[in-house]
Nanobody, 122 residues
Framework: VQLQASGGGLVQAGGSLRLSCAASGRPFSGYTMGWFRQAPGKERMFVAAITWSGGSASYADSVKGRFTISRDKAKNTVYLQMNNLEAEDTAVYYC????????????????WGQGTLVTVSS
């Protein structure tokens, strides 16, 4: 399994970014795709997850109402739309995949992509 994250960058507070995670290497039916983030000097934290079927999603409380996770089966890509960004959202964002249902823990994911840096200026 290969996961390629992209879309990070510098944005002002209140702005928006959309991250993408291109997945390849196997069929992802039955998988959960997740996004995590790691701020400087802090632990990696759960952000959002979605089942490959798209029927279920989960969000960290800190991003509910601002971030939306989605997936495009035809493109084998998972997206994280981030709106109303805050300085506290500054972090390296990682996508992950696992053959489990809506896992929200780091330990629950077997496959990880490289990170993409999001910097929010206040």
């Amino acid at each position: 399994v290969q996961l390629q994250a992209s879309g990070g960058g510098l944005v002002q507070a209140g702005g928006s970014l959309r991250l993408s995670c291109a997945a390849s290497g196997r069929p992802f039916s039955g998988y959960t795709m997740g996004w995590f983030r790691q701020a400087p000097g802090k632990e990696r934290m759960f952000v959002a997850a979605i089942t490959w079927s798209g029927g279920s999603a989960s969000y960290a409380d800190s991003v509910k109402g601002r971030f939306t996770i989605s997936r495009d089966k035809a493109k084998n890509t998972v997206y994280l739309q981030m709106n109303n960004l805050e300085a506290e959202d500054t972090a390296v964002y990682y996508c992950a995949a696992d053959h489990s249902f809506l896992t929200t823990t780091i330990e629950g994911y077997d496959y990880w992509g490289q990170g993409t840096l999001v910097t929010v200026s206040s």
